[in-house]
């Protein structure tokens, strides 16, 4: 019997093999979201602060005029959209690690989805309303 004829092992299971997922078929692209949204969210954190410093002692009044400003509107949705995105990651990783019943694991990581969308929606629906002067 040759080398050739001998069987390939493997060590993915036997899901995995059916599913053809294994190394970088998945798990990589997670990772490189996530640090794409870490670099977004480092390059957004300056003028996020400056944003939140300029409104504090501020009335209501006046923050609606400096969060009304189609600039810093466009800035502080971009830095809800990188966080959720990365929160929302960053949770699975945690769920997919550490929560070992399957219906359980689906059902977390779906509930994650969830609130990940909903932080976002809601966020940028106050940000469009206040930017909005509705």
């Known amino acids: 019997m040759s080398a050739a004829d001998t069987p390939k092992r493997s060590m993915r299971t036997p899901l995995g093999r059916v599913r053809n997922l294994g190394a970088a078929h998945s798990g990589t692209s997670d990772f490189w979201r996530q ?22 002692g501020s009335n209501q009044a006046g923050a609606k005029v400096i969060l009304g400003s189609l600039p810093i509107a466009v800035i502080m949705m971009l830095f809800i959209v990188a966080s959720t995105w990365h929160m929302r990651i960053g949770m699975q990783v945690v769920i997919e ?38």
């Open 35 to 56: 640090r794409l949204t870490a670099v977004a969210m480092t390059l957004l954190m300056l003028p996020v602060i400056v944003v939140v410093m300029m409104t504090l």
């Open 97 to 134: 690690d550490y929560v070992h019943g399957e219906k359980l694991k689906l059902v977390s990581i779906m509930l994650n989805n969830f609130f990940s969308i909903a932080v976002a929606l809601a966020s940028i629906y106050a940000i469009i309303k206040i930017s909005s002067g509705v």
